[in-house]
């Protein structure tokens, strides 16, 4: 009975950074791709492709330090 209401937090924040994490790597990789078929991208899609990239690298931290387990989709 103790404790429930914890745990059930945890799942769900937990599956909120294994959401945002999947979402970050998904835009990220978008991003990649459009800047590797483009001539010649100017320097604010090329800022916006780091910015993707920090984001996702920092979630993947969150989740590595909170011992995530994530399954491959």
């Keep these: ?3 429930k209401k ?7 924040m ?8 999947y979402r ?6 978008n991003k990649k791709r459009v800047i590797e078929s483009s001539i010649d991208p ?7 492709l780091k ?3 920090v984001r996702y690298l920092f979630l993947l931290k969150e ?3 909170q011992h995530v387990r994530i399954n491959n989709r």
Excluded at 6 to 12: D, E, S, V
Excluded at 14 to 21: F, V
Excluded at 42 to 48: G, K, R
């Design 14 to 21: 937990t599956d909120a950074l294994i959401d945002a994490l």
């Design 42 to 48: 100017s320097d604010e899609v090329l800022y916006q």
């Design 63 to 65: 989740v590595r330090e």
């Design 6 to 12: 914890k745990g059930l937090l945890r799942k769900q």
């Design 24 to 29: 970050c790597k998904d835009d990220w990789m």
């Design 51 to 53: 910015l993707s990239e």
């Design 1 to 3: 009975m103790f404790g």
